[in-house]
């Protein structure tokens, strides 16, 4: 099993829609969680933590699920401007990161 | 959040040159710097951990005798892809951290550089 696994995606959605990202971790030790989101041929960029009680900021929700290791991101009426590859990441210890693939949005007008 | 800087950019060379790539903190001191390599539709893959003063620490595969890295102050750290070749083509983006003891502390990443090698 990979250490963090993500649907690469893309997930094309209209103007206004919610959509919805899952990402699974395999270290059961894995203490902090954050979705980033990185854009073409850009470095990532930290989009928010994730917390077992959630954690919402504006138009985005994350959570973490920690007995079956998976953490989400849900982004309400998405805008064109969020169209991005969203990364997730797990870290370790207290500085070891490990990344997904990233899941692709793309949002259409 | 805090700045971190790459130079250059972008970068294209023939196979066999060596290239450097510099990452600074610009408004932190950084006691800790990362490297990073992204191929085309890949994860960011850690390469080496980097401690200001002390030898860096490669993850497994990388070789350090090819990829070799000074963080001889707090603001700087150099990543040295030496005989480049067309395989080590990527993006190499690094990322800073200011130690804080016992918690996680966010890494702000550079803008990355985008190495062709031809």
């Known amino acids: 099993r990979k250490e963090v696994e993500q649907d690469p995606g893309p997930f094309n959605v209209p103007e206004g829609a919610t959509v919805a990202f899952n990402c699974t971790y395999s270290?059961?030790?894995?203490?902090?969680f954050f979705w980033y989101r990185q854009d073409c041929r850009k470095e990532p960029k930290l989009l928010m933590s994730?917390?077992?009680s959630g954690n919402e900021d504006g138009r985005f929700t994350a959570q973490l699920n920690r007995a079956s290791q998976y953490i989400s991101l849900l982004i309400r009426d998405s805008k064109l401007s969020d169209s991005a590859t969203y990364l997730c990441?797990?870290?370790?210890?207290?500085?070891?990161?490990?990344f997904g693939k990233g899941t692709m949005l793309l949002v259409s007008p | 959040g805090a700045v971190v800087s790459q130079h250059p950019s972008w970068v294209i060379c023939k196979s066999g040159t060596s290239v450097k790539i510099e990452c600074r903190s610009l408004?932190?001191?950084?006691?800790?710097m990362f490297w990073y390599r992204q191929f085309p539709k890949q994860s960011l893959m850690l390469m080496a951990t980097?401690?200001?003063?002390?030898?860096?620490?490669?993850e497994q595969g990388v070789e350090k005798d090819k990829f070799l890295i000074n963080h001889a102050s707090l603001t700087l750290s150099t990543l040295t892809v030496t005989s480049a070749h067309p395989e080590d083509s990527s993006f190499y983006i690094c990322?800073?951290?200011?130690?804080?003891?016992?918690?996680?502390?966010?890494?702000?990443f550079g803008p990355g550089t985008r190495l062709t090698v031809l």
């Open positions: 408004d932190f001191q950084a006691t800790t």
């Open positions: 980097s401690n200001e003063g002390s030898k860096a620490t490669y």
């Open positions: 990441v797990v870290v370790s210890g207290y500085s070891t990161l490990t």
């Open positions: 994730v917390y077992s």
């Open positions: 270290n059961s030790a894995s203490q902090s």
């Open positions: 990322s800073a951290r200011e130690q804080l003891a016992g918690i996680y502390n966010e890494q702000f």
